[in-house]
């Protein structure tokens, strides 16, 4: 098991910054991918970013490409996601989860329809 647990949200002002944490703990032994997801309200959840496990290779939604970056650092088990130029359609739940595997792929939004572990999500909103 890998327990995932989401930190850094909050208000924000439209065009600010945040930075979101997923902090993994458990069977952090294994390799595995990380992503981000996030749900409006009213709107099913949607993929955001994704980072392989060596860190090698990230994906982004397009409507967060060029604006968010996505990192992590397995000596601490933590995988950020780095929110700039926010926007009031940014406004939502995000979630981490975790996908064992390694490899390109595994960043790739096709490789997240199923994942292994979810964090319990931290909400930012982000105001005119």
């Known amino acids: 098991q890998v327990q995932l647990v989401e930190s850094g949200g909050g208000l924000v002002q439209a065009g600010g910054s945040l930075r979101l944490s997923c902090a993994a703990s458990?069977?952090?032994?294994?390799?595995?991918?990380v992503g981000w997801f996030r749900q409006a309200p009213g709107k099913e959840r949607e993929f955001v970013a994704a980072?392989?496990?060596?860190?090698?290779?990230?994906n982004y939604a397009d409507s967060v490409k060029g604006r968010f970056t996505i990192s992590r650092d397995n000596a601490k088990n933590t995988v950020s996601l780095q929110m700039n130029s926010l926007k009031n359609e940014d406004t939502a739940i995000y979630y981490c989860?975790?996908?064992?595997?390694?490899?390109?792929?595994?960043?790739?939004?096709?490789?997240?329809?199923?994942?292994?572990?979810w964090g319990q999500g931290t909400q930012v909103t982000v105001s005119s």
């Open positions: 989860a975790a996908k064992l595997g390694i490899g390109p792929r595994t960043a790739r939004n096709d490789y997240w329809g199923r994942p292994d572990y």
């Open positions: 980072i392989s496990w060596s860190g090698g290779t990230t």
């Open positions: 458990g069977r952090t032994g294994s390799r595995y991918a």
